[in-house]
């Protein structure tokens, strides 16, 4: 996988351009932004639109440092972090944004494996799972949700690698054989300075961290979300493309709050319930939600 050199923002179009032409190409783009980084606790979003030169319909911004006690989530924590993608009950986040404040002394590394070589792979090795990881519709854990389809799922026209931090559930063999290539996978490692910012296509790569122990460790998350799809390549989009048609047609008769979780939101598109600001995020907690889920999952057929 090639990753670009860091290179130095200069607060202009050309720097903008040049952060969304690697975004789009290679997935990945290093900037060293010290001005930044220095303002980011006072107005993250102005600073993620500023870096992609678009409007961010949605950003969720989170400190990534060490907690006392025994905080949730590897956020708070200087454990070692499983390769992962960003979850969003309905729609990842496009473009997952880090910035990092102070590096650790020791470790705390950002390693990252590009999603669409790794399919690349799978389909020239294994077509049978390449196939179901587009076909086979899966409940993905992650910390506080789930994901609902399958593991590559074109949503609102972008294509979607999901992939959560905790081991796939019980009897879920796509899932495991395909948990089973990504812990074999040798990621790219960064070590991030003070000052650098890490833009990451949250869409195509997986991403993850070496463990520290150095407490001050203090890095910036902005999770953001666009209007405009993350292009993908022709042969993957396709594929895509035609299990969310096959999708669509089989869940035409189910409530929208079903259709909406298989990331199905018909004509409305981001103008669909999930995407408005007032709306309650889905209730996983609610067992029979998600006993629902998996009967809608197991009446599905995907296959082509
Ligand atoms: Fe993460």
């Known amino acids: 996988m090639h990753i670009g050199e860091r290179w130095r923002w200069a607060n202009d ?6 952060a969304w032409h690697e975004l789009i190409t290679t997935g990945v783009s290093w900037i ?4 930044m980084v220095r303002k980011v606790e006072r107005d993250a979003l102005s600073i993620a639109e500023g870096l992609l030169g678009r409007y ?3 950003m969720v911004p989170a400190w990534i440092t060490p907690l006392d006690g025994n905080p949730r989530g590897y956020e708070g924590t200087s454990q070692p972090t499983p390769l992962h993608t960003e979850p969003h ?11 990092c404040v102070t590096p650790a002394f020791d470790g705390g590394d950002t390693l990252l494996v590009d999603g669409w070589q790794l399919l690349d792979e799978i389909r020239a090795n294994q077509p049978v799972l390449y196939r179901s990881l587009f076909q086979t519709a899966r409940l993905i854990p992650f910390a506080q949700t789930y994901w609902v389809g399958p593991t590559v799922s074109l949503r609102l026209d972008s294509l979607q690698l999901a992939q959560g931090i ?6 879920d063999s796509v899932g495991t054989a395909f948990a089973d290539i990504v812990q074999l996978t040798t990621p790219t490692t960064l070590r991030l300075e003070a000052g650098d910012v890490l833009l990451v296509n949250n869409h195509r790569f997986l991403h993850g961290r070496s463990a520290f122990t150095d407490q001050k460790r203090r890095l910036m998350r902005c999770n953001v979300w666009l209007r405009e799809p993350m292009p993908s390549p022709r042969p993957l989009h396709e594929e895509g493309r035609q299990v969310a048609e096959r999708l669509a047609r089989q869940l035409a008769s189910y409530e929208p709050w079903i259709q909406h979780r298989f990331g199905w939101f018909g004509a409305e598109g981001l103008e669909a319930e999930p995407f408005r600001e007032d709306y309650p995020r889905p209730p996983d907690a609610a067992l029979e939600k998600l006993k629902q889920l998996g009967m809608v999952m197991r009446s599905l057929d995907l296959t082509f």
């Open 166 to 171: 905790a081991a796939p559930r019980k009897g």
């Open 13 to 18: 179009e050309a720097s903008q351009d040049r």
């Open 32 to 35: 060293h932004a010290p001005e």
């Open 56 to 58: 961010a319909f949605r």
């Open 89 to 99: 009950p309905y729609l990842a986040a496009h473009v997952m944004i880090l910035l």
